[in-house]
């Protein structure tokens, strides 16, 4: 599934869900440790 199959799924699916069209469409970057990793918190 490419970016813009996904944006138009997740659309279908929020109005599918809440009835309404969705405001926006948003996306960020994100970094998820899955073996308990220590994070430093500030930068």
Do not use: C
């Amino acid at each position: 599934m490419d970016g813009t199959q996904l944006i138009t799924a997740t659309h279908e699916a929020h109005e599918s869900h809440f009835g309404t069209p969705p405001q926006a469409v948003a996306s960020a970057p994100g970094r998820v440790n899955l073996l308990g990793e220590h994070t430093d918190y500030n930068g």
